[in-house]
T-cell receptor
Framework: AQSVTQLGSHVSVSEGALVLLRCNYS??????LFWYVQYPNQGLQLLLK??????LVKGINGFEAEFKKSETSFHLTKPSAHMSDAAEYFC?????????????FGSGTRLSIRP | ETGVTQSPTHLIKTRGQQVTLRCSSQ?????VSWYQQALGQGPQFIFQ???????GRGNFPPRFSGLQFPNYSSELNVNALELDDSALYLC?????????????FGPGTRLTVL
C-alpha cells in the first residue's frame, strides 16, 4: 500500500535560514507525490507535485522538492525562510483504486519562523 | 475562473443530529472528493464522486453519504452525528478521477459536534 511519512511534527527555523521538511514515501509503482500548505483556518494549497517528468520539482513561493528513488524521499526545501512561510505542510501521495483516486496525506509538519 | 467553494464556513450541531455540507466544484471539473481533517491531523479521504456516481470510498461508515448534481456540485451528508465527527471537512475538485490529476481544495467547513 502506498503511504507517506513526514519526519518531524514541528520544525522551527530563523528567518532567512534554510527550510527542510522531510517526507519519505512507500510505493511499489512510480508515485504521484505532492506537497500542500495549509495556513491557519484555511484549506489546502498545492505547493508542487512530482509526476515523473523531472526529479527536481519547483513550486510556488520559492519552494522546491527533489524526488530520490534510492532513498524513497521527497523532501521540501526553501533556501531562505520568510515569516509568511509559517504554516502546516503536508506531504501526500495520490493513488488509484477501483475507478477512483484518493490522496493519502502525511501527518503534517508545522513550520515556525523565528524573527 | 471560480475556485472551489464550500458552505457553510462553520457549523455547530449536537450529537445525533444530521448535517449537510455543500461544495461547488471549479469550473470544468467533473470529479469531487471529500476529506475529513481532525484537529492536528492530515486529511482523510471519505469518498469521491464522478459524474454523479460514487466511484470510490474510504474507511468511513455508511452514515457518511453524498450526492453529486448535474452541474458537478456536491453534498456531504452525515447522519447520527458523533462527537468524533468534529473536524474540518474539505472538498476538492478535479478533472477526472485519475491519480496524478491535481485536486483543487476548497476552504473547508468547520463542523463542531457538542
Amino acid at each position: 500500500a502506498q503511504s507517506v511519512t513526514q519526519l518531524g511534527s514541528h520544525v522551527s527555523v530563523s528567518e532567512g535560514a534554510l527550510v527542510l521538511l522531510r517526507c519519505n514515501y512507500s510505493s511499489s509503482v512510480p508515485p504521484y507525490l505532492f506537497w500542500y500548505v495549509q495556513y491557519p483556518n484555511q484549506g489546502l494549497q498545492l505547493l508542487l507535485k512530482y509526476t515523473s517528468a523531472a526529479t527536481l520539482v519547483k513550486g510556488i513561493n520559492g519552494f522546491e522538492a527533489e524526488f530520490k528513488k534510492s532513498e524513497t524521499s521527497f523532501h521540501l526545501t526553501k533556501p531562505s525562510a520568510h515569516m509568511s512561510d509559517a504554516a502546516e505542510y503536508f506531504c501526500a501521495v495520490s493513488v488509484s483504486f477501483s475507478s477512483a483516486s484518493k490522496i493519502i496525506f502525511g501527518s503534517g509538519t508545522r513550520l515556525s519562523i523565528r524573527p | 475562473e471560480t475556485g472551489v467553494t464550500q458552505s457553510p464556513t462553520h457549523l455547530i450541531k449536537t450529537r445525533g443530529q444530521q448535517v449537510t455540507l455543500r461544495c461547488s466544484s471549479q469550473s470544468g471539473h467533473n470529479t469531487v472528493s471529500w476529506y475529513q481533517q481532525a484537529l492536528g491531523q492530515g486529511p482523510q479521504f471519505i469518498f469521491q464522486y464522478y459524474r454523479e456516481e460514487e466511484n470510490g470510498r474510504g474507511n468511513f461508515p455508511p452514515r457518511f453519504s453524498g450526492l453529486q448534481f448535474p452541474n458537478y456540485s456536491s453534498e456531504l451528508n452525515v447522519n447520527a452525528l458523533e462527537l468524533d465527527d468534529s473536524a474540518l471537512y474539505l472538498c476538492a475538485s478535479s478533472s477526472g478521477g485519475l491519480a496524478g490529476n491535481e485536486q483543487f481544495f476548497g476552504p473547508g467547513t468547520r463542523l463542531t459536534v457538542l
